[in-house]
């Protein structure tokens, strides 16, 4: 059974900067797309940033984001990153990091698409 653990989040001012993980284990961690998700009050859950298995690490970002987070995975450590700069308020929100086989590149943002997901971490951006 494949589990996910995030950590890094926190309270960060607007500007600065959080680095999140997440651990990948129970799996062949090579034949998961990983993702990583958010979901602030009220709103319905976003993709931030998706990096598809066998891609060889190229990554897909919400317009969001773009130049401001960056998505990496280590096969070796089974982890995925998420470095966030540039902090906004807007940013503020719960942070998942999701795991699925079988997303096709139109599928890719869509959270059912995904087959596991971690309990999440609160990131807080404060003015």
């Known amino acids: 059974q494949v589990q996910l653990v995030e950590s890094g989040g926190g309270l960060a001012p607007v500007g600065g900067s959080l680095r999140l993980s997440c651990k990948f284990s129970?799996?062949?961690?090579?034949?998961?797309?990983m993702g990583w998700f958010r979901q602030a009050p009220g709103k319905e859950r976003e993709a931030v940033a998706v990096?598809?298995?066998?891609?060889?690490?190229?990554?897909t970002y919400a317009d969001s984001v773009k130049g401001r987070f960056t998505m990496s995975r280590d096969s070796a450590q089974t982890t995925v990153y998420l470095q966030m700069n540039g902090l906004k308020a807007e940013d503020t929100a719960i942070y998942y990091c999701?795991?699925?086989?079988?997303?096709?590149?139109?599928?890719?943002?869509?959270?059912?698409?995904?087959?596991?997901w971690g309990p999440g971490t609160q990131v807080t951006v404060s003015s």
């Open positions: 999701a795991a699925g086989r079988g997303l096709i590149t139109s599928t890719l943002r869509i959270p059912s698409q995904y087959d596991y």
């Open positions: 129970g799996d062949t961690f090579n034949t998961y797309t």
């Open positions: 990096i598809k298995r066998y891609s060889g690490g190229t990554t």
